[in-house]
């Protein structure tokens, strides 16, 4: 079945900083790639969206400047927490449609962060 | 306003008993289904799912789902449940339209009792 990775399944940074999360589809091509967070106990939440070549789209009420999504290639997409804080803690999923079967969407294991 | 509903926060089951988690939903559009679960800290794997055809569906792991559409229902169901199928059970619902993204419910808490 179509694989869809994320790095790093977990990291801790500290108050201020910036992390990098990047999504990649290992054996299809990713045309969309959304982005989702994930409290715990709770469901996923949709952050965004991002289309291949073109600027994600942004649900209401989530900062694009704070929460930077680039899907420059065909297989990678990243997602950018800028000046995190602790609130910013959750995990974070990424998930992928593409030349698979456009209406299903595969998985990432997910990214756990924690600001301290 | 499209939503998804699971009514059941938490549900116990003993083993060997059967199980059904309920599943609701609006949807402006044809809806594509789907059933997810995810164990502690992990991420999720596609149960099974709904775009046409048989509105029984089979899935992995011995868990089927029945559509209907007049109840706009998408039901989960197991005859009999194994400890391991302990965790978070998520519905969700698409579109079809390419590129679309899910509408998760809550997410109900199977726990599986000895």
């Known amino acids: 079945g179509a694989v869809v990775s994320q790095h790093p399944s977990r990291v801790i940074c500290k108050s201020g900083t910036s992390v990098k999360i990047e999504c990649r589809s290992l054996d299809f091509q990713a045309t969309t790639m959304f982005w989702y967070r994930q409290f715990p106990k709770k469901s996923l939440m949709l952050m965004a969206t991002s289309n291949e070549g073109s600027k994600a789209t942004y649900e209401q009420g989530v900062e694009k400047d704070k929460f930077l999504i680039n899907h420059a290639s065909l297989t990678l997409s990243t997602l950018t927490v800028t000046s995190a804080h602790p609130e910013d803690s959750s995990f974070y999923i990424c998930s992928a449609t593409g030349d698979r079967g456009v209406y299903e969407q595969y998985f990432g294991p997910g990214t756990r962060l924690t600001v301290t | 306003a499209q939503s998804v509903t699971q009514p059941d926060i938490h549900i116990t089951v003993s083993e060997g008993a059967s199980l059904e988690l309920r599943c609701n939903y609006s949807y402006g559009a044809t809806p594509y289904l789907f059933w997810y679960v995810q164990s502690p800290g992990q991420g999720l794997q596609l149960l099974l799912k709904y775009f046409s055809g048989d509105t029984l569906v089979q899935g992995i792991k011995g868990f089927e789902a029945e559509f209907k559409r007049s109840q706009s229902s998408f039901n989960l169901r197991k005859p009999s449940v194994h400890w391991s199928d302990a965790a978070e059970y998520f519905c969700?619902?698409?579109?079809?339209?390419?590129?679309?993204?899910?509408?998760f419910g809550k997410g109900t808490t199977l726990s599986v009792s000895s």
């Open positions: 969700a619902v698409g579109g079809n339209q390419a590129g679309t993204a899910l509408i």
